[in-house]
């Protein structure tokens, strides 16, 4: 059975610091990851997404993931965060279902 | 990329009603999905609205509860029938027009409540 674990509900760092969401997941095919932002009030924003092309996959607003088969890890990263990446991040696995993890809360300190 | 639209926004409804929740794609799309995002909480795959065909429902929800239409490539209908408080959550359209593994794309949402 497949599944994705988002190990942290809530992350709060200070602006100008790096991000890391972390991601999990577990298939017994070689899914598609994706991650999506949402912002408050806002829709669902595609930030990155992995196929089995390369395993560092680069987004939006200067995120990134890197794809590790052996860690079964698509842990999001960014170098320096700003203010307006506040907003609730979503690690997504698709291989014969499509599954949401439980989200990431990110909160950027001043 | 896909512009999708919903229809309503939000609504308030009374208990034992039905709502009809419509979503409308820029352009035509294969794979159209119904999600669920109560309070609080991730999303949830009601379904997959599939063109022409009853749509295939995901443990825990069944057609006589959320009947879903799609009489062509651009346009579904999601209904929530003999609502009670705990249907309150945001219903999302999505679509995908590249198959299953890739994106997909998502519409506004439409916040309900049920008093």
């Not at chain 2, 309503?8 to 294969?30: A, F, K």
């Amino acid at each position: 059975a497949q599944s994705v674990t988002q190990l942290d509900s809530h992350v709060s760092v200070s602006e100008g610091t790096p991000v890391l969401l972390r991601c999990n997941y577990s298939s017994s095919y070689s899914p598609s990851l994706f991650w999506y932002v949402q912002h408050p009030n806002k829709g669902l924003q595609l930030l990155l997404k992995y196929t089995s092309a390369a395993t560092l996959v680069k987004g939006i607003n200067g995120f990134e993931a890197e794809f590790k088969k052996s860690e079964t890890s698509f842990h999001l990263t960014k170098p320096s965060a700003h203010m307006s990446d506040a907003a609730e991040y979503f690690c997504v696995i698709r291989d014969d279902k499509i599954i949401f993890g439980k989200g990431t809360r990110l909160h950027i300190l001043p | 990329s896909a512009v999708i639209s919903q229809k309503p926004s939000r609504d308030i409804c009374q208990r034992g009603t039905s709502l009809t929740i419509q979503c409308q794609v820029d352009s035509q799309v294969t794979m159209m999905f119904w999600y669920r995002q109560q309070p609080g909480q991730s999303l949830t795959l009601i379904a997959t609205a599939n063109q022409g065909s009853e749509a295939t429902y995901e443990s825990g929800f069944v057609i006589d509860k959320f009947p879903i239409s799609r009489p062509n490539l651009t346009f579904s209908t999601l209904t929530v029938s003999n609502m009670s408080p705990e249907d309150s959550s945001i219903y999302l359209c999505s679509v995908s027009d590249r198959g299953f593994y890739n994106e997909q794309f998502f519409g506004p949402g439409t916040r309900l409540t049920v008093l």
